[in-house]
């Protein structure tokens, strides 16, 4: 299994700024799409941001404008960039890669609180 490892989530005020990191090895990045999703306490776990192999990439309504999905030099690393931070996207943020229509390996999850 390849092994995927968030970084970078923490507690941050609203409005502030935080940027996650997902490092994993093996090819498969190349050729696979990456993407970000979230769950919040009690709800479902939900798309946030989706980059392809040819870097198209596709954001929730809710964090459109605020957040940035971009592949590292390396090509093994996707990073979310999340700007103007609300309470409402405190979650467990995961990392996963795959063909983009499913999702074949997941990391373990990063937490995101946003509180004043």
């Known amino acids: 299994q390849v092994p995927l490892v968030e970084s970078g989530g923490g507690l941050v005020q609203p409005g502030g700024s935080r940027t996650l990191s997902c490092a994993g090895s093996g090819g498969i990045f190349t050729i696979n799409a990456m993407a970000w999703y979230r769950q919040a306490p009690g709800k479902r776990r939900e798309l946030v941001a989706m980059?392809?192999?040819?870097?198209?990439?596709k954001y929730a309504d809710s964090v459109k404008g605020r957040f940035t999905i971009s592949r590292g030099n390396a090509k093994n690393t996707v990073y979310l960039q999340m700007n103007s931070l609300k309470p409402e996207d405190t979650a467990v943020y995961y990392c996963a890669v795959g063909p983009g229509d499913t999702w074949d390996y997941w990391g373990r999850g990063t937490q995101v609180t946003v509180s004043s």
């Open positions: 980059i392809t192999s040819d870097s198209i990439t």
